[in-house]
């Protein structure tokens, strides 16, 4: 009997959104002289923004969800006191809003409970929709950074939103994309894009060029192009499948600096296919990927998405 031989030869990717990558398994078992931290939270929730007692803190408060037992609040949403948009600024007209996830400060994304999820969906939904009111807004950008690897200035877990009055050209390439035979509409079936978990409207899975090492996407398996177009059972279902993919990422990976990155159609468009991407910063770019935008990843997907696979949290 002969084993199949493993190979760390490299390998070229490039994708229908022009993300090239250079898929380099064996430089994986370079030395390090760099070991990975588990972050941990160390600022007191007296002296944090973001905590209950704390409100008067930030800017006026625009949203909240109320707490079940009726004290206090479940999320809330706010102006970022640092905006890098405003209003009333006329060369950088927009909005900056902060989502405060959760009144816990020791709590990540990954830990709260469903129906925490599903709340926070409803929060950005009803965001975006009060943003897309404005003429002026072109496109909406939803994200998150978690841990001060990944962008955050501050620890207590939080999201943001950030309504421009133009659409950035990487999500044009993405429009321009789903004008014809959608890619993100074959994903739930394309072998190119290794799976993870599926529910009946959403597919998990890794991206066959990958900007991150066990990069993840979720992707409605209907033309969908922004959480505005998500009924409430579509919202619980996102919400399912967002959590699994949170609590895999942390059990298996110790909780990583990460994005979490909402690809949502720029405002009035019709024709565009939303999806979330979620990147663990396990690697940093260095001189090569600043100076060519050619990614050098050391895991393969297919490897990712089997890690993924075998160590599901449910």
């Not at 950035?168 to 321009?176: A, E, G, I, R």
């Not at 074959?186 to 597919?203: E, L, V």
């Not at 992707?219 to 919202?235: C, E, M, Q, T």
Request: net charge positive.
């Amino acid at each position: 009997m002969g084993n199949k031989k493993e190979t760390h030869d490299g390998e070229i990717r490039t994708d229908f959104l022009g993300r090239t990558a250079i898929i380099t398994p064996g430089r994986d078992l370079r030395p390090h002289d760099f070991k990975a931290k588990v972050p941990k939270k160390k600022q007191k929730p007296f002296d944090c923004f973001f905590c209950p007692g704390n409100e008067s803190l930030t800017p006026a408060e625009i949203d909240r969800t109320p707490a079940q037992n009726g004290k206090g609040w479940q999320n809330r949403c706010f102006p970022n006191k640092f905006p890098a948009l405003s209003k009333s600024w006329k060369k950088a007209y927009g909005a900056h809003e902060v989502i405060v996830e959760t009144p816990i400060h020791s709590q990540t994304l990954s830990q709260l409970s469903l129906d925490q999820f599903r709340q926070y969906l409803l929060m950005i939904k009803k965001r975006i929709a009060a943003n897309s009111k404005d003429k002026k807004i072109k496109f909406i950008s939803v994200f998150k950074n978690e841990w001060e690897e990944a962008g955050a200035s501050l620890e207590h877990t939080h999201s943001q939103l950030v309504a421009m009055p133009f659409v950035p050209p990487y999500m044009k390439l993405q429009q321009k994309a789903c004008n014809k035979n959608c890619p993100f509409c074959k994903i739930k079936t394309d072998k190119k894009y290794p799976k993870i978990f599926s529910t009946k409207n959403f597919t998990l899975s890794c991206p066959y060029v990958p900007k991150y090492r066990h990069e993840v996407w979720i992707v409605p398996k209907k033309h969908l192009g922004s959480i505005s177009d998500l009924n409430s059972k579509l919202i619980f279902e996102l919400a399912q499948i967002l959590s699994i993919a949170l609590k895999t990422q942390d059990s298996y990976l110790d909780y990583p600096p990460y994005n979490l990155l909402f690809h949502l159609s720029p405002t009035g468009s019709k024709n565009f296919h939303m999806h979330l991407s979620i990147t663990p910063r396990l690697g940093k770019w260095a001189g090569f990927e600043h100076q060519t935008g050619v990614i050098m990843n050391s895991v393969r997907p297919e490897a990712a998405a089997e890690a993924y696979r075998r160590n599901l949290v449910k």
